[in-house]
């Protein structure tokens, strides 16, 4: 009997506003303990919440992004619980009327393991809601106390629900990396996992095919996506360990422990299931006006489903490639620049020159610079440890590279070597193929009489080519090449050497 | 001079008569002399006090004195003053001194008035009788052994025993309207969101207004003037045109319809009070008003409604008082659970506890339909019998407390009996309307009863008006237990 | 309507009120009597009612994002039970 995995995600994205969701006390992260805390912050008695306009906005907008409802009227509730990291004994947040509704993320699945093929899912986001961050407990601050920092207290979080709808970690796994994309992407969120600034929990359960529903149990505040795969793999092999052996599962909020790849039950807090929600009464309603919403439209980027579409239908690149290009938007953008300054644009292009013929070229130029991208500038952020934000290489670098490769000037390994330079040390892609002498020797007459010359030292290796010992083609590529300190064009050389070879 | 109106002290102290530090001065001896008795201050602090009055008449030599410049005033000690201890009746902020201005005290301070001290008041707000007070219990001046209502008593006392000019309270559920009226003074509280919250000790959110009391509805008016005024710092302040609330006091009542709500004089309302406040209606027909019957016929159920809302919001608002961060803190505890209980065990009387309990149950899973919700329903079935009122008449009148003030103890144990004394004066604030109370007499063992005026949405001005015209024809606002 | 002593001491708990049994009665007693003061309501027909969460009808105002306060640490910190490095101190806290 094969056992079906549900899992569902909260996530919990800081949104990148100067202040706090409910005072103006800066969000900087990383500032000394408690020197962000203020009034509103600690709780002093008698201070009271005031809305921040950005959060609003930003919650507006990743609902527009969704697709999903916009609530034209939501309500702040108040959960109460007692933490020290909670300083009014209750969290703001929404609560039966969340500002942003139902909508949807469209997620492209790359199987973790066999030799399944990617495929494209659709998760429904059950929600997203607007609330307050708690601040962070300082373990062995003192001697068997706990230190509370409060400078995170108050910091506008946007938490998405989303429904089960994923039934592997790979798609739990998809899903977050495609909402935490897109929060970047429309720019609500810095999305830096280290700093906490997106945070998952996974609610996980396991059942029997056709059966309801299992028990889920609740992993709390995973912030790698490695962490994440790793804790739904053992979590589900646990509780499939747990029914299989008889036993039950009972729902719990866990710890995933990345040093020994295990979860654990925290320790229980009996009252935790009674918050005694109720409405804010420091807080009215939250209007949604229709200026606001055009407002958030307005500003809203092309969506990276749009935008991956639109590599696969006009730039004709394959659904790795747009899917690969469009994991952030600085990526997307700079390839985009790229392509624009390779292609004729509609308007430069010769009249003679058809639809077709353009289009086609077009789609040379996206496949040529998505190689490179995907390829070689991604292996160097890689190697370096950069986001693409700080990429060293600006497009209109790349694309004077990129420009020469195309018009056959720089051979592919050229390439490489001009953007290793532009890498390193900066600098324009001509300067340098002229400094190092780059160029591609693309003259037939010049390569003719290379190979001329290699046939004639060569008789004895000729004749056994010519018996049928083709093998040895490639060691007569090698030396052309050599001959040619490597700036014959590669497709001209390999032409005429088959030619005249064949005597 | 103690009895003078503020708009005398002020003309006193524009021509250089009195100083503002003399005056000060003068309340504060009076305050040393009195307070043992009437234990209506929490704080005083005379050096402060003095220094602020010295500034007081630098200003008003400088030409630059506002109405209030110079004049001293009991705060509260619910409202946060920076450097003042502000305790909010409570053992829980005992120690605490405020790091911060509550708007209020910011509007006095930018006036010039003079910050006289923090009066004593029910633990958290809790209360109708100031018995609930970790600082003990305040006297009433007309009676020692009876009490000065709550939870502002310590205000009310303080004005009735002339230890202050003026004093500012707050209400929630009657707690400026029933000590004005059980100390023989005027107070009103003004619509919900007319004065900002900021920076006064939340007892319920929704239902909080603060508000002026003072020895006339001329003296009221001159302090909402400065207790007013838009606040971005309270969501719920709202956003209105600056109104002087003395222009229309000496408007003649000719014309002015009286509701007079049938459950108002029903059962439970004592047959003194009931004379008073019938003798104070005949007045006001002889000044030119009109009667007409009216109908509140859910305020029968405004005490159990905001007996579920108040405790219900109060629950959530003292979860702040941790011993965390400021306040109590217990000195012995085995682990962070203990020491939660303990210091809220020990911080907190016995009726913020018990309304505490009230809260927390009635919010908790399973009965929150039942009860907060159901509560916050028939809240709107009471704000909708007003307005139906009000389409009837301009100001509607009714007794302020069920009796005049009662005995230290009277009530002993019973929350219930407690809880039915603000009667007729909790259906306003749960609608959010504006509700007065001002001086009619003496009932049984000459202590003084309240008329309560009940205004409409902003309508402070015209209801200030209705005082002042009364108490031009009358003088029971003058009438001082001395 | 009357209160079990489970009730209120559930309740005690969820408010982090230390009480002792003598107390925990004392407060059954007490709540006991004013439940069945609010048990009027239950009697009136709120179908169709919208609940009223405040006096007025209006929406939320929005503030502007800017930075508005600065670092008060010393003066906050100045009234806390207790303090190190900055940081509030509780007992330990194990989640």
Not at chain 1, 164 to 174: G, N, R, T, Y
Not at chain 1, 474 to 503: C, I, Y
Request: hydrophobic fraction near 40%.
């Amino acid at each position: 009997m094969s056992w079906e995995i549900v899992i569902g995600l909260e996530v919990h994205t800081q949104l990148s506003t100067h202040t706090k969701i409910f005072s103006g006390a800066s969000t900087t992260y990383g500032a000394e303990p408690n020197t962000q805390a203020d009034a509103v912050s600690i709780a002093l008695p008698g201070v009271l919440p005031v809305l921040n306009k950005g959060a609003v906005e930003r919650a507006v907008k990743f609902g527009l992004a969704v697709g999903a409802h916009i609530a034209p009227r939501s309500v702040f509730a108040r959960k109460n619980y007692f933490y020290p990291d909670l300083p009014k004994g209750y969290q703001i947040s929404q609560f039966d009327l969340p500002v942003v509704g139902m909508g949807a993320l469209t997620i492209q699945v790359e199987p973790l393991s066999g030799n399944a093929k990617p495929y494209e899912k659709v998760v429904r986001i059950t929600r997203a809601h607007l609330e307050e961050d708690a601040g962070k407990s300082v373990h062995g601050a003192s001697q068997g106390m706990t230190g509370v920092d409060l400078n995170r207290a108050g910091t506008p979080l946007l938490e998405i629900v989303s429904e089960p709808d994923m039934c592997s970690a790979a798609e739990a796994v998809a899903y977050a990396k495609a909402l935490h994309t897109l929060v970047r992407w429309i720019g609500i969120s810095d999305g830096n996992m280290q700093e906490g600034s997106f945070r998952c929990d996974v609610n996980v359960s396991v059942r029997r095919a056709g059966e309801p529903l299992g028990t889920r149990r609740e992993i709390k505040n995973l912030n790698s996506f490695r962490f994440m795969q790793q804790a739904i793999d053992y979590e589900v092999q646990w509780q499939i360990d747990q029914l299989e052996s008889g036993r039950k599962i009972h729902q719990a909020t866990i710890l995933f422990n990345p040093d020994t790849g295990e979860t654990r039950a925290m320790r229980s807090k009996e009252d935790a299931h009674d918050y005694r929600y109720f409405p804010d009464p420091d807080l009215l309603p939250l209007d949604i006006t229709p200026a606001m919403l055009d407002a958030a439209r307005a500003e809203l980027p092309e969506l990276p489903e749009a935008r991956r579409t639109r590599y696969v239908n006009e730039l004709g690149l394959s659904a790795y490639d747009a899917n690969s290009l469009t994991s952030s938007r600085e990526m997307a953008d700079f390839f985009d620049a790229c392509v624009a300054s390779l292609s004729p644009s509609p308007q430069s292009s010769p009249a003679s020159e058809r639809g077709g013929e353009r289009e086609n070229k077009s789609s040379i130029s996206a496949k040529l610079c998505a190689n490179w991208l995907i390829g070689e500038l991604s292996a160097q952020l890689n190697r370096d440890g950069l986001e693409m934000a700080k990429c060293p290489v600006s497009h209109q670098q790349m694309s004077g590279m990129l420009s020469r490769i195309a018009d056959n000037t720089l051979s592919n390994s050229g390439g490489k070597e001009v953007f290793r330079t532009l890498w390193a040390e900066g600098g324009e892609a001509d300067a340098i193929i002229e400094a190092k002498g780059l160029k591609q020797v693309s003259d037939s007459g010049a390569i003719e009489a290379l190979v001329d010359e290699i046939i004639a030292a060569q008789a004895d290796k000729v004749a056994e080519y010519r018996s049928g010992k083709d093998k040895l083609f490639g060691f007569f590529v090698g030396l052309a090449m050599k001959a040619s300190r490597g700036k014959a064009n590669p497709a001209q050389l390999n032409e005429v050497l088959l030619k005249k070879l064949a005597g | 001079m103690i009895n003078f109106s503020l708009k005398q002290l002020s003309k006193q102290l524009a021509a250089k008569k009195i100083s503002s530090v003399e005056l000060t001065q003068l309340y504060l001896d009076r305050i040393a002399a009195h307070n043992p008795v009437y234990n209506a201050y929490i704080t005083v602090d005379a050096k402060t006090s003095l220094a602020q009055a010295v500034a007081a008449d630098a200003l008003i030599a400088s030409g630059g004195a506002q109405a209030l410049t110079g004049i001293p005033i009991a705060q509260k000690d619910i409202f946060c003053a920076k450097g003042w201890r502000t305790t909010c009746g409570s053992k829980m902020l005992g120690d605490f001194i405020a790091p911060y201005d509550a708007h209020v005290i910011e509007q006095f301070n930018k006036a010039g008035a003079v910050n006289l001290g923090k009066t004593n008041m029910d633990e958290f707000a809790m209360g109708s009788s100031n018995e609930t007070s970790y600082f003990g219990p305040v006297r009433n001046p007309w009676n020692q052994n009876a009490v000065p209502g709550g939870s502002s008593g310590g205000a009310a006392s303080a004005v009735a025993a002339r230890l202050c000019a003026a004093a500012t309270g707050t209400d929630t559920g009657g707690s400026i309207r029933q000590p004005a009226a059980l100390c023989g003074i005027t107070g009103i509280k003004p619509t919900y969101g007319t004065v900002s919250r900021y920076g006064m000790i939340a007892f319920a959110s929704s239902l909080d207004q603060a508000g002026p009391m003072a020895k006339s509805a001329e003296d009221c008016a001159l302090m909402l003037n400065v207790m007013t005024g838009f606040d971005c710092r309270d969501s719920t302040s709202l956003q209105r045109e600056v109104e002087d609330y003395t222009r229309h006091l000496n408007q003649p009542l000719s014309g002015l319809r009286i509701g007079l709500p049938v459950e108002f004089f029903a059962e439970g309302l004592s047959d003194d009070v009931a004379a008073r406040v019938q003798e104070a209606i005949a007045q006001y027909q002889k000044l030119g008003a009109t009667v007409v019957d009216i109908s509140l016929p859910n305020s029968k159920l405004a005490v159990p409604v905001y007996y579920v809302l108040a405790p219900a919001e109060a629950s959530s608002n003292l979860s702040r008082f941790d011993g965390v961060r400021y306040g109590h803190r217990a000195a012995e505890y085995t682990d962070l659970a203990d020491m939660y209980e303990k210091s809220r065990a020990e911080g907190f009387g016995a009726e913020v506890k018990r309304r505490i309990m009230m809260g927390t149950y009635v919010l908790s899973h399973g009965y929150y339909d039942a009860y907060y919700l159901q509560a916050q329903k028939i809240r709107r079935l009471i704000a909708q019998d007003f307005a139906d009122a009000f389409k009837l008449c301009d100001v509607i009148m009714g007794p302020t407390s069920p009796s005049t003030a009662f005995n230290l103890g009277e009530k002993g144990d019973d929350p219930v009996q407690m809880y039915l004394s603000d009667i007729y004066t909790i259906a306003v604030n749960l609608a959010g309307l504006p509700g007065m109370s001002i001086p009619c007499g003496f009932g049984h063992n000459n202590m003084p009863t309240g008329l309560q005026i009940i205004g409409n949405y902003f309508d402070e001005a015209r209801m200030l008006n209705v005082a002042h015209q009364y108490q031009l024809a009358t003088d029971w606002h003058s009438r001082a237990p001395l | 309507m009357s209160l079990s002593t489970a009730d209120v001491q559930k309740v005690a708990r969820l408010a982090r009120l230390a009480m002792n049994d003598t107390e925990i009665e004392a407060a059954r007693a007490q709540l006991s009597g004013i439940f069945e003061l609010i048990a009027q309501m239950q009697a009136v027909d709120t179908a169709g009612i919208e609940p009223m969460s405040h006096a007025q009808d209006l929406s939320q105002r929005l503030r502007e994002d800017n930075v508005t306060e600065t670092n008060q640490r010393e003066l906050f910190q100045s009234i806390a039970p207790q303090v190190e490095s900055g940081l509030y101190l509780v007992p330990q806290v194990i989640e």
